[in-house]
């Protein structure tokens, strides 16, 4: 079974800085592309940033400039450094791997528990 374990939520001052921490495990299984979501009070779940197993990473307009993901390829974890942040960034915030067991023919979609984001002004 597929473990997706996050880490570094909290409560900051805007401006502040956070780093959030996603490990997967998962015996016999492997992981291609990794992300951060995240879903603010009364909001549906946005896509915050991706990043491929090469290290080729993407992030929402709303984030850029701002936060940083990044990986650890032989931990299977993902990393999310987020600076400067602002009150709308509070949010829950999930990750979610692609994950494959060496049996099975596809990926498929793995999520963490989330861990709480708030900011305050």
């Known amino acids: 079974q597929v473990q997706l374990v996050e880490s570094g939520g909290g409560s900051v001052q805007a401006g502040g800085s956070l780093r959030l921490s996603c490990a997967a495990s998962?015996?016999?299984?492997?992981?291609?592309?990794m992300a951060w979501y995240r879903q603010g009070p009364g909001k549906q779940r946005e896509l915050v940033a991706t990043?491929?197993?090469?290290?080729?990473?993407d992030y929402a307009a709303s984030v850029r400039g701002r936060f940083t993901i990044s990986r650890d390829n032989l931990k299977n974890t993902v990393y999310l450094q987020m600076k400067s942040l602002k009150p709308e960034d509070t949010a829950v915030y999930y990750c979610?791997?692609?994950?494959?067991?060496?049996?099975?023919?596809?990926?498929?979609?793995?999520w963490g528990q989330g861990t709480q984001v708030t900011v305050s002004s």
């Open positions: 990043i491929t197993t090469g290290g080729s990473a």
């Open positions: 979610n791997a692609a994950g494959r067991h060496y049996t099975a023919a596809a990926f498929q979609s793995y």
């Open positions: 998962g015996s016999g299984f492997s992981f291609n592309g």
